[in-house]
């Protein structure tokens, strides 16, 4: 078997439709996997399942919204048997609403922790029950260095983001004994369609701000969710992947 082989797998990616939920997808294609794609924008994931298909993937979009937890294990259900049940997940959506703690709204608190953290919760517990089963899985959970280190102006995202690290230690803890592993990784600044839009000196400053002098590319966080999603990972739990190009050490 080839390397980091994700041959007869299936991966569940939630917020697939852009960034590192896409790149993770496009990763995971390339290694054999079959796709789930969830995100709440239903045309770009089409776009995405298009081009996947494209190449021999395997692929399933579903429209998931993370902050509307009553639904979720419904349209997690609904997921055809032919992708059943789930071997990978990636929780990875997730959004911001900054703004430092003196005018942040309650609104904007509850609602990142309600999308980013609980939405997480509802589709780990949701989905574990498969993997318990057939005794193997991998859940992957894409924190931030925001997460171990703070930032002003993003108290609700990085409660959120240290809320993940600590929930998937617990139950990387739980799950060990069914051969289910549970890890995290913590990106630092990614080039994204955001960071594409600033300044040059205000992108100079940034990448200088890095020990590596660049910013990550959603391929370098795509390359370290395909480790811990393969076989070769098996024997690393609990773990918490810094990929920030030495930003948080």
Not at 59 to 87: K, N
């Amino acid at each position: 078997m080839a390397a980091f082989s994700l041959e007869g797998r299936t991966a569940l990616v939630t917020g697939a439709s852009r960034g590192i939920g896409e790149a993770i997808c496009r990763r995971f294609a390339e290694h054999g996997a079959r796709l789930v794609l969830a995100a709440r924008t239903v045309d770009k994931l089409e776009a995405l399942a298009e081009s996947l298909r494209s190449t021999g993937t395997e692929a399933h979009v579903l429209a998931l919204d993370l902050s509307d937890h009553a639904t979720i294990a419904e349209r997690l259900q609904g997921v055809p048997e032919e992708f059943s049940p789930i071997d990978i997940l990636v929780n990875n959506a997730g959004i911001t609403r900054d703004s430092l703690l003196a005018r942040l709204k309650q609104e904007d608190w509850d609602q990142v922790l309600a999308t980013n953290l609980t939405g997480s919760y509802v589709t780990t517990k949701t989905l574990i029950r498969g993997m318990m089963r057939q005794r193997w899985g991998r859940i992957i959970s894409i924190s931030s260095v925001v997460g171990m280190m703070g930032n002003p102006g993003q108290a609700n995202y990085a409660a959120a983001k240290a809320g993940m690290i600590g929930f998937s230690k617990s139950i990387a803890r739980e799950l060990a004994s069914r051969n289910i592993t549970v890890n995290v990784i913590a990106p630092g600044y990614i080039a994204t369609s955001m960071t594409e839009d600033l300044p040059a000196a205000a992108a100079d400053e940034l990448a200088s701000s890095i020990p590596l002098k660049r910013l990550g590319t959603a391929g370098d966080v795509a390359a370290a969710a395909l480790y811990l999603a393969s076989e070769e990972a098996g024997y690393v739990t609990g773990e918490v992947m810094n990929v920030s190009g030495g930003l948080y050490i």
